[in-house]
């Protein structure tokens, strides 16, 4: 199982991006895909996650901000971040699990300044 962030970026405070996470090796419509991100000397955290139903949660710091959504015939999840913040900055990770294995994907670095 292979997972590939991309989409990160510098963008100034109110700006918008959109992260891709493409799942490869899975059984990708079984499994739950969630993002996380890591901000220097924090401690990883989960930002939002969609079952394979389609259902979502995210953080409360994310809530009415992000989106997630899945498209299964391209194996991808993604992540629409609007409204960005300074405290949004930090490497983004997309992370899945299947036969009880977790498996992460390289990070892609958000950076929010202006």
């Known amino acids: 199982v292979q997972l590939q962030a991309s989409g990160g970026g510098l963008v100034q405070p109110g700006g918008s991006l959109r992260l891709s996470c493409a799942v490869t090796?899975?059984?990708?419509?079984?499994?739950?895909v969630g993002w996380y991100r890591q901000a220097p000397g924090e401690q990883r955290e989960l930002v939002a996650a969609i079952t394979t139903g389609g259902s979502t949660n995210y953080a409360d710091s994310v809530k009415g901000r992000f989106t997630i959504s899945r498209d299964n015939a391209r194996t991808t999840v993604y992540l629409q971040m609007n409204s960005l913040k300074p405290e949004d900055t930090a490497a983004y990770y997309c992370?899945?699990?299947?036969?009880?294995?977790?498996?992460w994907g390289k990070g892609t670095q958000v950076t929010v300044s202006s």
């Open positions: 090796g899975s059984i990708f419509s079984r499994n739950a």
């Open positions: 992370h899945t699990r299947q036969y009880g294995m977790h498996y």
